[in-house]
């Protein structure tokens, strides 16, 4: 499925445009691992973090309670998301900390709009199974990294280590929402390790339900 930004805008606010309201009450069953990210992101004093494709800005808000020594950003393609992700930031008190910004997760120009070139960290939180170019968009994060930077990912795995049953099941769920595991991520992973000035941790969570990994910009 291609999109051009516009219309990839326009479906992204037609899944999300109810579901935002319930969106983080549910989702916290089955978007695993996310918390661990955020645990682990421990970005240094000063520091700068973005979240590509931030949704209703739970991540952001929940990263910038633990590390209250840094500045986070987050930007997505969803103006209903935003309009969600701005009453949250707001309500908590962090509009000071937090700045978000509509955008491309595929083409994104993070010195436009918010005036930071290259940051400490960044993270994808189940965001390429919902990008059809998605390969795109974890090109663009890694352009997005400081040097000594570190990218994390976690996103549905193959479930390879779980029964059939469940792994038919729940793609067939997902796919009512256009999501679509990337098979091929540690694939792609692998690549990004083979290349020059990167280092690549990575895992499978919950039997292979979901991947997780940490990209660092050695040079």
């Excluded at 940051?119 to 990008?131: E, P, T």
């Amino acid at each position: 499925m291609a999109h051009t930004d516009a219309s990839a805008a326009e479906h992204m606010d037609a899944i999300y445009r109810y579901q935002r309201y319930i969106y983080d009450l549910t989702r916290k069953y089955y978007l695993l691992g996310r918390d661990r990210l955020v645990g682990e992101l421990a970005p240094p004093d000063g520091g700068s973090v973005l979240e590509v494709a931030c949704g209703t800005g739970r991540n952001l808000i929940t990263a910038a309670r633990r590390y209250r020594q840094a500045q986070f950003y987050g930007f997505d393609i969803s103006s209903a998301m935003l309009d969600t992700a701005r009453g949250s930031i707001e309500r908590a008190g962090l509009g000071g900390r937090i700045q978000i910004a509509h955008g491309d997760a595929t083409a994104f120009e993070a010195n436009k709009m918010f005036g930071v070139a290259t940051f400490d960290r960044v993270f994808i939180s189940y965001a390429l199974s919902m990008i059809p170019p998605w390969r795109g968009a974890l090109q663009q994060a890694l352009a997005a990294l400081a040097p000594g930077g570190q990218l994390f990912i976690v996103d549905f795995g193959n479930q390879a280590r779980l029964p059939r049953w469940f792994k038919r099941a729940l793609r067939r769920w997902l796919a009512q929402f256009s999501v679509t595991p990337r098979d091929d991520l540690s694939t792609e992973l692998e690549k990004i390790a083979a290349m020059p000035g990167y280092k690549v941790k990575r895992m499978a969570l919950y039997r292979g339900y979901a991947v997780y990994a940490v990209v660092t910009r050695t040079s």
